[in-house]
């Protein structure tokens, strides 16, 4: 185990931390049941199991299929599988129409990510690399283009758009971005091996940031399976990871993207951090499979060792093992049993858990799933149980093991002392993946706010029904999440957000007056907006290449300030907050207003 450097008032913070730790600095998720990564922890922490049980007329597949006796009608739905809002990103909707939906969601995610971990794109100048996982398949059955001879920039610009090769590149480009950008096809193991290679980039100073990730819409959407024994897919269409009467799992979609850092520029930069990832390891079982597409255990063991073995860590420090848990018997005791050689003998427990009782079997994304839940599992210091799980498969043999299945939800207070989560996926075609992270290192102590000083806090989107959801989401969280500082929320609202036409801002010097000056009912003398601002004459401000500054910090110049934003002219928010210790905190996302895009012929 690698103790954790001493702080050094001397050195820079970037220097205090293991220079091989990434810090996860973002996060975004849609996964069936949750639109959100914090409705998806709750429907966690509650026992919810997010897979639907279809009406017959809901499938969409050929009919010999739905009255098979072996069809199962249940599938994990996305509910914004087919939308998107195209206009936040400057796309056409013929263009919009032309990309495959999972382009469509993780060009979304990706942008969610990067808001969530409080960083503008616009107002980037550093490399940014785009690493995600998608399906193949998706787009050729998304209405494939036809096979042109003509190669001019219509027929360029419709396989960009469609080619799950371009998901990368097209977020890159349509977020305004330079950096690297590579989509990974390693199947149901994609996810993991996107994080792998960003965090490679970033510590080979390849790329400055990066967001890593993956996108799986299952089409015909919604569909359920057919049954075969000995196969992963369920009998009843419930997964139940780790149980006797398992009988595989369901099939479902989702997108998941996290932004990364490494930790010490992160701790520097004053960004949150939700986990850490300590170490990360791919291999291939190759000629060596059990069976083409089972688990080796050897290899699989190897794998998880490694990711451990990188970090510096012991097996007796990782206190949850989030397995790929497929919820039949023998995949589960192969996984299992690789994973009890990887920890070795030990004294210590280790939870050991499976998301895919909640959510189904997302493919290149289901390792995603995994991840985000030990992130927040790390973040809120809970162990989220196990559903479905209600008879332990005794072949496993999980006394002999370091496991202990976690049947409940309870507090996370490991015996080491430090929390620490390792989540295996496995692909077909003998891909292996280990993901090792660690819980953030405690925030340094910090001076209290300053009471009663004038702030400025603002606000923008493309259109005014935006604008008032930003507020109304805005509100809510300031009212659910009492710890957040006024002087950190500011900060992230004027610094982290992509500056729009329709304009809010008030100048606030209490939480409980931003939250009143948010509410629909606040009166225009705490709050200015782009409908309503008084006129404000550009030429009083003193100005940096960057836009125009306040003339002076108190309320009355802030305020001057605001009116000038909200009409349009551009504000140096670095120079605004030039000396300041705010940090980045995670916020309300911007509120897409997705519409249906669908193509069905060219």
Same mark, same amino acid.
Not at 526 to 545: E, I, N
Not at 560 to 577: C, I, K, S
């Given at each position: ?112 990510? !990067?808001?969530?971990?409080?960083? $503008?794109? /616009?107002?980037?100048? @550093?490399? *940014?690399?785009?690493?995600?996982? %998608? #399906? ?126 490494? !930790?010490?520029?992160?701790?520097? $930069?004053? /960004?949150?951090?939700? @986990?850490? *990832?300590?170490?990360?390891?791919? %291999? #291939? ?146 891909? %292996? ?170």
């Amino acid at each position: 185990m690698t103790d954790r450097p001493q702080q050094d008032p001397a050195r820079a913070p970037e220097q205090d931390y293991d220079p091989g730790d990434v810090a996860v600095i973002g996060m975004s998720l849609r996964a069936p049941g949750a639109r959100t990564k914090e409705e998806f922890w709750d429907n966690l922490v509650h026992g919810r199991e997010s897979v639907s049980f279809l009406a017959k007329d809901d499938i969409h597949v050929d009919e010999t299929l739905i009255h098979s006796p072996f069809y199962v009608r249940a599938c994990g739905l996305l509910d914004t599988y087919d939308r998107f809002d195209p206009s936040v990103f400057g796309i056409s909707d013929r263009m919009a129409a032309a990309m495959t939906p999972e382009n469509r969601l993780f060009l979304e995610s990706a942008w969610e990510t !990067l808001e969530d971990g409080g960083y $503008d794109p /616009d107002r980037l100048t @550093a490399e *940014v690399g785009v690493y995600g996982a %998608n #399906n193949p398949q998706t787009a050729a059955l998304y209405s494939s283009p036809p096979d042109r001879v003509s190669v001019g920039p219509e027929a360029i610009e419709a396989s960009l758009a469609w080619s799950p090769d371009t998901m990368t590149s097209n977020a890159l480009y349509y977020l305004g971005l330079t950096g690297e950008a590579v989509t990974v096809a390693a199947v149901c193991a994609g996810f993991h091996y996107a994080v792998h290679l960003a965090c490679q980039s970033l510590l080979l100073g390849q790329t400055d940031l990066a967001i890593a990730g993956g996108a799986m819409v299952r089409l015909p959407h919604p569909r359920g399976h057919l049954w075969e024994e000995n196969r992963v897919l369920s009998r009843d269409g419930h997964c139940r990871p780790f149980d006797a009467r398992g009988t595989g799992t369901s099939l479902s979609s989702g997108v998941v993207t996290v932004l990364l850092k490494p !930790l010490g520029r992160a701790v520097a $930069d004053r /960004d949150h951090v939700y @986990a850490v *990832v300590k170490g990360s390891a791919v %291999n #291939n079982n190759g000629v060596s499979a059990m069976a083409y597409g089972l688990a080796q255990p050897e290899r699989l063991s190897a794998c998880i060792a490694a990711a451990m073995e990188v970090g510096g860590v012991t097996p007796d420090t990782v206190s949850l093992y989030e397995a790929n848990g497929l919820g039949l018997p023998v995949t589960d005791e192969l996984e299992v049993h690789a994973a009890a050689m990887a920890f070795g003998k030990q004294t210590a427990t280790t939870s050991i858990g499976g998301v895919k009782g909640n959510v189904g079997h997302g493919g290149v994304v289901s390792g995603g799933f995994g991840a985000i839940k030990a992130a927040l599992a790390l973040h809120h210091r809970t162990l989220p149980a196990t559903i479905n799980l209600t008879e332990v498969n005794p072949d496993l043999d999980l006394p002999g093991t370091p496991f202990v299945p976690q049947l409940e939800s309870a507090g996370w207070e490991p015996a080491a002392g430090i929390r620490r989560a390792g989540i295996t996926s496995i692909g077909g075609g003998g891909y %292996n993946a280990h993901l090792l992270l660690e819980e953030a290192p405690a925030p340094a102590p910090r001076a209290p706010e300053e009471p009663g000083r004038p702030r400025l806090a603002t606000l923008s989107a493309l259109d005014d029904d935006a604008l008032t959801r930003q507020r109304a989401r805005l509100k809510d969280r300031l009212e659910a999440d009492p710890g957040l500082r006024l002087d950190d929320v500011c900060h992230t609202l004027n610094l982290g957000r992509k500056v729009m036409p329709r304009r809010w801002a008030a100048v606030v010097r209490t939480r409980a007056e931003l939250i009143a000056a948010l509410s629909e009912d606040a009166s225009r003398g705490s709050a200015t907006t782009t409908a309503a601002a008084p006129p404000a004459d550009p030429g009083s401000f003193p100005r940096t290449d960057r836009g125009i500054v306040p003339s002076g910090t108190d309320a009355r110049a802030l305020a001057d300030l605001a009116a000038a934003w909200v009409t349009g002219h551009q504000v140096d928010f670095e120079a605004l907050h030039l000396g300041e210790a705010g940090h980045r905190v995670p916020l309300p996302t911007y509120p897409f207003r997705p519409r249906r895009f669908w193509r069905t012929d060219w």
